[in-house]
């Protein structure tokens, strides 16, 4: 049934990887399938209703359960209904050191090119700069009492990579391992566990100057710092991502110039970024691997196309699974298979990257666990008689979205990016590194005068994903845990501060902060292990 099992303990083997193909998958058995419940899109539901509905079709609907093959004890995986999550499940929260930490210039910290783009005039929503952001390099003390508060089990932030090699590469700065350390003995103090990312986009200036991604020896530094880091942190972090993310930063870095460092590259100059930041995870593990602590645990954090069925029948589950490859071609796809679709390259002709067999076998390096931030669906249908036998079904005007306008609302999202995910690439472990919303906040005083933020849409969106989640994960979908992006508002990149996503509204202006409505739903959820 799940054919890539295998491949996972042997990703050099190329006659198990042939098993990750279309072929393999398609002749599959499909599993049983979801009533007509599913298809709630095809009724125009207003946004106000759409939440109550969501809730109402998924708690209704009791699915039948994975192969046996992909079952793991029964005993651990709680009927679905109850809303309950199996004992142990791993309740977090998600910050990046840029949007949350402020003191740019502190501690020998150099500089990164989210300085640089940031304090380049026209770039972010009013200017804003990560200069101050939350300021939690200082008030860090305070920002872990609110996430022991809330009860959670772990958090995942992020080392800035300028803090520990202001230059990139060359001599380490011992008082940026510092800051992390304390930070990391103040979470296990609370009984936290922590969850290091190494690269949410902080990339050291002086190497953007010699060509940033688009420059091979990024993916070699890279590398050195991960394993640098890891090897120096290990004794106190047991589980590390290396990246954050490769489809956004090098989309909107490289090819929209959106984000840092702003750049609007030709397509092979491109397609040569996706590679180098590819090659630069897989480098990464093997230097972790080789100088970090026996038995840490390696993944990393990306944002693939969850692919949902439009409706969830056979011949659209079977795109559903297509599309996540092909949709995925450049990065977890890649890195899952160590192969880059035919399609892709065929698609790319004559802008292809350059790349070695040796790179791939890199690329794909085992992985321990695998992060997945989740958002918006990707809808996707069968499409008889097109080339890959799938179409994307784009998103009408009238879809509903949070505050941001890409995130559309689809907690499907959460049930089949993780289901599909692991069918497709036999991932046995998977953390959804983050999910959250955006909300137009506003502090309201309640009964007694004190300022509130009663942010219902934001609860609606987190309580319909995580019924969705809950739903694959009855089912034995092998989910371990869930970090709720974010923990704080914080600099939103080029949204500046604008667009809030914390569950912890923050005044900007005095660093008060401020537990929403959001806050109290997910510290209910966590206290009772479970969703309603
Ligand atoms: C995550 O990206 C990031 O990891 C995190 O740092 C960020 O704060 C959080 O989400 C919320 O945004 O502007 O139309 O070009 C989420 C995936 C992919 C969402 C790129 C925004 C750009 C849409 N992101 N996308 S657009």
Redesign the pocket.
């Given at each position: 049934m799940f054919p890539n099992e295998a491949a996972r303990k042997s990703s050099g083997n190329k006659a198990t990887r042939q098993r990750c193909g279309l072929k393999g998958i398609l002749a599959d058995a499909v599993p049983p399938l979801r009533p007509e419940s599913e298809n709630l899109l095809s009724h125009p539901v207003s946004r106000r209703t759409f939440g109550r509905l969501l809730t109402a079709g998924a708690a209704a609907t009791t699915l039948p359960a994975l192969a046996a093959s992909a079952q793991p004890d029964q005993n651990a995986v709680p009927a679905a209904g109850s809303g309950k999550f199996p004992e142990g499940f791993l309740w977090g929260s998600a910050t990046?050191s840029y949007?949350v930490e402020g003191a740019v210039k502190e501690d020998g910290r150099g500089q990164s090119i989210w300085d640089t783009f940031s304090h380049t005039p026209g770039k972010t929503h009013n200017g804003d700069t990560g200069d101050v952001a939350d300021d939690d390099y200082h008030r860090y003390r305070e920002d872990i009492a609110i996430m022991k508060e809330l009860g959670l089990k772990t958090c995942r932030f992020s080392i800035a990579w300028p803090r520990i090699f202001p230059e990139g590469t060359g001599k380490p700065n011992p008082k940026g391992l510092d800051h992390y350390q304390r930070f990391v003995d103040e979470l296990h103090n609370a009984g936290i566990e922590p969850f290091c990312t190494l690269y949410?986009?902080d990339l050291p200036q002086a190497l953007e100057d010699k060509g940033g991604w688009q420059n091979r020896a990024t993916s070699e530094a890279f590398a050195a710092y991960c394993g640098y880091t890891a090897g120096k942190l290990s004794d106190r972090i047991s589980h590390f991502m290396t990246t954050?993310?490769i489809?956004?930063f090098t989309?909107?870095g490289y090819k929209?110039g959106?984000h840092a460092p702003g750049l609007q590259l030709d397509p092979k100059a491109f397609a040569q970024v996706c590679h180098n930041a590819v090659l630069g995870h897989g480098l990464a593990v093997q230097a972790i691997r080789a100088q970090a602590k026996a038995g840490t645990q390696v993944g990393l954090a990306e944002?693939i196309s969850s692919t949902v069925p439009a409706i969830a029948t056979d011949e659209h589950i079977r795109a559903g699974r297509t599309a996540i490859q092909e949709e995925n071609a450049r990065y977890m796809n890649v890195i899952q298979t160590g192969k880059y679709t035919d399609a892709y390259l065929k698609k790319l002709g004559p802008n292809a990257p350059q790349f070695t067999d040796a790179d791939l076998k890199a690329i794909s390096s085992p992985l321990d666990f695998v992060g997945i931030?989740v958002?918006t669906p990707t809808y996707v249908m069968a499409a008889p008689g097109s080339d890959l036998g799938y179409q994307v079904v784009p998103f009408p005007t009238s879809y509903p979205h949070m505050f941001?306008?890409?995130l559309h609302i689809g907690p499907e999202a959460l049930y089949w990016g993780p289901k599909l995910a692991h069918e497709v690439w036999g991932i046995k472990t998977i953390y959804i590194t983050?999910n959250?919303a955006?909300s137009d906040d506003k502090l309201t005083p309640d009964a007694q005068g004190n300022m509130q933020v009663l942010d219902t849409d934001r609860t609606m969106y987190l309580r319909n994903y995580l019924t969705q989640l809950h739903r694959g994960v009855s089912e034995g979908v092998p989910v371990k845990g869930y970090f709720l992006?974010?923990l704080l508002d914080?600099y939103?990149?080029?949204d500046g501060y604008e667009?809030r996503?914390g569950i912890t509204y923050v005044d900007f202006q005095t660093q008060k902060r401020i537990p929403k409505l959001s806050s109290r739903f997910y510290k209910a959820t966590i206290a009772a292990n479970a969703v309603s």
């Open positions: 990046a949007q949410h986009w954050n993310e489809e956004t989309d909107l929209n959106t944002n931030n958002y941001s306008d890409w983050e959250g955006s992006w974010s914080n939103e990149w080029a667009k996503f």
